[in-house]
T-cell receptor
Framework: GENVEQHPSTLSVQEGDSAVIKCTYS??????FPWYKQELGKRPQLIID?????GEKKDQRIAVTLNKTAKHFSLHITETQPEDSAVYFC???????????FGTGTRLQVTL | NAGVMQNPRHLVRRRGQEARLRCSPM?????VYWYRQLPEEGLKFMVY????????ESGMPKERFSAEFPKEGPSILRIQQVVRGDSAAYFC???????????FGPGTRLTVL
């Protein structure tokens, strides 16, 4: 089955700096890669996603890149703000299994 | 359009009791997924259901756990004879199209005393 690894597990950046979170996946058949943000005690919220026929997608301060050959994808947050502090999860979706496999999460702390 | 609804939000049970967790998907979504999240950990897939069908239950323990999504009403995750290790947040997610774009409910936090 699919295995998704996520790094780093914790990340601390200063307000205004950029943050990058990386994930690798094992199943070359995976074709959809969402990113979720989870604040303490809250539900995971879908913030951006990318499909395997696209190499990069951007939404304001958030971007995701996908390298199918290397089987890795990354989340980029620019001009970080304190409200970006949360746990971020990547996931991979394989159509044959019809389910998401999540990474272990990255706790992002944006300091003033 | 209301989001995914889950109830109860918090549930306390004593060891050996039963826990019933409910999930109402978003309007127009017929695919429901259940996940378990232990404190400080990620989301672990449990079961995938469509109306009246279990599609994939490979992540669900073979004993004590069951799930259903009837033709009418919410999806139910049922845990019989709960143990302390069942304490976790249980999230359901719904999707309009079989896994792509899953939207999560607020979760049910189960505490087993």
């Amino acid at each position: 089955g699919e295995n998704v690894e996520q790094h780093p597990s914790t990340l601390s950046v200063q307000e205004g700096d950029s943050a990058v979170i990386k994930c690798t996946y094992s199943d070359s058949a995976s074709n959809y890669f969402p990113w979720y943000k989870q604040e303490l005690g809250k539900r995971p919220q879908l913030i951006i996603d990318i499909r395997s026929n696209v190499g990069e997608k951007k939404d304001q301060r958030i971007a995701v890149t996908l390298n199918k050959t290397a089987k890795h994808f990354s989340l980029h947050i620019t001009e970080t703000q304190p409200e970006d502090s949360a746990v971020y999860f990547c996931a991979g979706f394989t159509g044959t299994a019809s389910k998401l496999t999540f990474g272990t999460g990255t706790r992002l702390q944006v300091t003033l | 359009n209301a989001g995914v609804m889950q109830n109860p939000r918090h549930l306390v049970r004593r060891r050996g009791q039963e826990a019933r967790l409910r999930c109402s998907p978003m309007k127009g979504h017929s695919h429901v997924y259940w996940y378990r999240q232990l404190p400080e950990e990620g989301l672990k897939f449990m079961v995938y259901l469509q109306k009246e069908n279990i599609i994939d239950e490979s992540g669900m323990p073979k004993e004590r756990f069951s799930a259903e999504f009837p033709k009418e009403g919410p999806s139910i995750l049922r845990i019989q004879q709960v143990v302390r290790g069942d304490s976790a947040a249980y999230f359901c997610a719904s999707s309009p199209s079989g896994g792509i774009e899953q939207f999560f409910g607020p979760g049910t936090r189960l505490t087993v005393l």
